[in-house]
């Protein structure tokens, strides 16, 4: 301890009389000063009460020790300010300051009133940056906020990870218990919101992808991702490996460029086909970080006004990549992590909505338990998108309002009124969609009434009429939400309804002709992103429900169903074929062997020694196979059934 650390020790101990108004302003003499201070107090004697300098009264001697920002702070006539005491002696001087100096404890009143202080000490950041840009008015170059029917898309930033849903769930301790210790080992070179690196993952180098704005108007931003040249090689290669049909040239290929988007979700889906699901998430994972390192400085997940055109196929991975992980949550049982997700993927192009995520929103909101949400994104966005019209809304906003109505929290009033809305809207979907009722009720179990089944409206003859295109939407609502209805409360509502609808019908109410003289006009055709959100969903029901020109295409598991008006940025360069050359040798190989690509692999300048023979061993074994499958039956031989040899063919 330094011989001033001791001075300012003993003036602890000398200085016990009450603090006076300038109490908090004192000065720390250097060690020349103090030396020829020390021989004019010694002709005086030392006095207890330190009356040639007033010492900090504080309750614990050893808070002296901590000031030693204190010594580099500017001395402004000849004493140095109170504003560089620590925390701990000015919260231990905080009573007695407020009693002995007035003007401290109005400065300290206006501290309170610009930066007001919560309980635990820490403050949700998205909370802290409003507070600055509101009191600030700064922004930064981009779009304007949302209005109020936008907002229904804003995402939060701590939805994002699945983390906050699990810590939720399991507890802190439980969730993250293992990863503190390995996160602290390796350094990541940017922090993400939609994943978190691993150890065990390659080093991130960029890869050659990037993202540049392209305009800005009516306060909305437009980006698009970009490929360089090296990006663009890569994209290559990953296309001949696909077309090769061998999961292990897009492995070798990663081997090559780790991060490269295209190769990692395809590698995943083949992953998930062998039901290795952590290494297809873990997949995915890598690519939403590739993705979002190179994100634009302006590019935003949670504002809703960033677009990303679909059309490009640079940004149709970014969409597939969320869609992907969206999935990999909601079946890990992270429902309102999953929510966040489609919201994000929504807000990207809301209006066209390339994978047509207003058939899955409701779904995750009524699984997270979100009932206000679906009910405000019906509200606001049914006047100009008929959300009414698709089954799965119909359904599942009254369900809402009825689990809604369930809640014991909620005053009287508004269970009431809750309960009446949510009556209304499902005898207006059963309405409308008469033959998703006895589907719906197989699939829970549920033996429906004689009079019911019985019924023309709701019987086989409901189900048969109705359009394909409807009956495809009906089939992947029930498919997916089925087990949302299994509930012994839901369904004694839901026969309490039934029964209104088939007394209006027997009256001849005009609503049950106008809805189906609807459903003959809407749902002619459903649009090619339908069809594209069918084929990643997966559900077996919706799929068999396909159209036959939609079957008979080819669907790659990075690429499904691209838009017929694609914009490509570069094209691919044509590749000679074995066709072209004519070797007729060269055909018959490859009519054994499709993935037979000696040539073509000595074409793009790969070393051609082990690959040539890796490929004539591959047609060597096929060859053998061929030829062991090959039987030959001598017709001369008389069949042991019929020995003499007679008999008919018939």
């Known amino acids: 301890m330094s011989r001033r650390a001791l001075r300012r020790l003993r003036g602890e101990q000398r200085g016990q009389e009450p603090l006076g108004p300038d109490a908090l302003q004192f000065v720390l003499p250097d060690d020349d000063d103090a030396e020829e201070e020390g021989p004019k107090q010694g002709s005086g004697g030392r006095r207890p009460g330190g009356a040639g300098k007033e010492g900090v009264r504080v309750n614990n001697r050893f808070e002296l020790i901590n000031i030693e920002d204190l010594e580099d702070d500017p001395v402004v006539n000849g004493e140095r300010s109170d504003c560089a005491l620590p925390d701990s002696v000015s919260s231990g001087n905080k009573g007695r300051s407020q009693r002995g100096n007035p003007e401290a404890k109005q400065d300290e009143d206006e501290?309170?009133?610009?930066?007001?202080?919560?309980e635990n000490g820490l403050e949700d950041i998205d909370r802290i940056l409003e507070r600055i840009e509101d009191s600030s008015g700064f922004s930064h170059p981009g779009p304007p906020p949302l209005n109020s029917r936008k907002h229904v898309l804003y995402v939060e930033h701590r939805h994002l990870n699945p983390d906050t849903e699990l810590k939720r769930y399991f507890g802190a301790r439980a969730v993250l218990g293992e990863q503190r210790p390995r996160?602290?080992?390796?350094?990541?070179?940017?922090?993400?919101?939609?994943?978190?690196?691993?150890?065990?993952w390659p080093r991130y180098s960029k890869p050659g992808l990037s993202m540049r704005l392209l305009e800005s108007k009516k306060g909305l931003s437009f980006f698009a991702f970009e490929h360089n040249e090296e990006y663009q090689q890569a994209q290559h290669k990953f296309l001949v490996a696909v077309e090769s049909m061998e999961p292990n040239n897009i492995v070798v290929l990663l081997q090559t460029s780790p991060y490269h988007v295209d190769s990692l979700l395809q590698l995943s889906d083949a992953c998930r086909f062998q039901e290795d699901q952590e290494m297809a998430r873990d997949l995915i994972e890598r690519a939403l970080y590739s993705m979002e390192c190179a994100f634009h400085p302006l590019f935003s997940l949670t504002s809703g006004t960033c677009r990303l055109d679909y059309r490009r196929p640079e940004n149709r991975s970014f969409y597939l990549a969320l869609y992907k992980q969206m999935s990999f949550l909601e079946?890990?049982?992270?429902?309102?992590?999953?929510?966040?997700?489609?919201?994000?993927?929504?807000?990207?192009?809301?209006?066209?909505?390339?994978?047509?995520?207003?058939?899955?929103?409701?779904h995750l909101a009524l699984r997270a338990r979100n009932y206000e949400y679906l009910i405000r994104l019906f509200?606001?966005?049914?006047?100009?998108r008929n959300l009414s019209q698709l089954p799965n809304f119909a359904f599942s906003v009254p369900l809402a309002y009825f689990l809604l109505s369930q809640q014991t929290d909620l005053p009287e009033h508004e269970l009431t009124?809750?309960?009446?809305?949510?009556?209304?809207?499902?005898?207006?979907?059963?309405?409308?969609?008469?033959?998703?009722?006895m589907p719906l009720l197989e699939y829970c179990s549920v033996r429906p009434d004689a009079t019911v089944s019985n019924h023309r409206f709701f019987g086989p003859d409901a189900e048969i009429s109705q359009p394909p295109a409807l009956s495809q939407l009906v089939s992947l609502y029930l498919g997916r939400s089925h087990f949302?209805?299994?509930?012994?409360?839901?369904?004694?509502?839901?026969?309490?309804?039934?029964?209104?609808?088939?007394?209006?019908?027997?009256?001849?109410?005009?609503?049950?002709?106008?809805?189906?003289?609807r459903r003959k006009v809407l749902y002619?055709?459903?649009?090619?992103?339908i069809h594209r959100h069918v084929i990643l969903s997966e559900i077996k029901e919706a799929v068999a429900a396909l159209p036959s020109d939609v079957t008979t295409q080819s669907v790659m598991g990075f690429d499904p169903l691209p838009p017929l008006d694609t914009i490509y940025s570069y094209v691919r360069p044509e590749r000679l074929s074995p066709v072209s050359h004519g070797n007729t040798i060269a055909l018959f190989f490859r009519s054994l062997l499709p993935n037979y690509t000696t040539e073509e692999r000595l074409e793009e300048g790969v070393a051609g020694g082990p690959n040539r023979n890796q490929g004539l061993i591959r047609l060597m074994l096929a060859l053998r196979d061929m030829m062991a499958n090959f039987h030959f039956n001598d017709l001369e031989v008389p069949r042991e059934d019929n020995p003499e040899g007679e008999g008919d063919w018939d």
């Not at 501290?111 to 919560?118: D, R």
């Not at 602290?184 to 939609?194: D, G, H, I, M, S």
């Not at 409360?489 to 106008?514: C, F, I, K, S, Y």
């Open 379 to 384: 509200q606001e966005w049914e006047a100009h």
């Open 484 to 517: 949302l209805w299994k509930d012994p409360a839901t369904m004694n509502w839901l026969e309490e309804n039934v029964r209104e609808v088939l007394q209006a019908v027997d009256a001849g109410d005009p609503a049950v002709e106008a809805c189906e003289n």
């Open 111 to 118: 501290a309170k009133a610009g930066f007001p202080e919560q």
């Open 183 to 200: 996160q602290r080992q390796r350094v990541y070179p940017k922090c993400t919101w939609l994943t978190t690196p691993k150890s065990t």
């Open 417 to 437: 009124s809750a309960r009446q809305q949510a009556s209304l809207l499902i005898q207006q979907a059963l309405t409308m969609f008469p033959g998703a009722l």
């Open 524 to 529: 002619q055709r459903a649009p090619r992103n």
């Open 331 to 362: 079946k890990r049982g992270c429902p309102r992590t999953a929510l966040e997700y489609c919201k994000l993927i929504l807000s990207l192009e809301p209006d066209e909505d390339p994978l047509c995520m207003l058939l899955l929103i409701d």
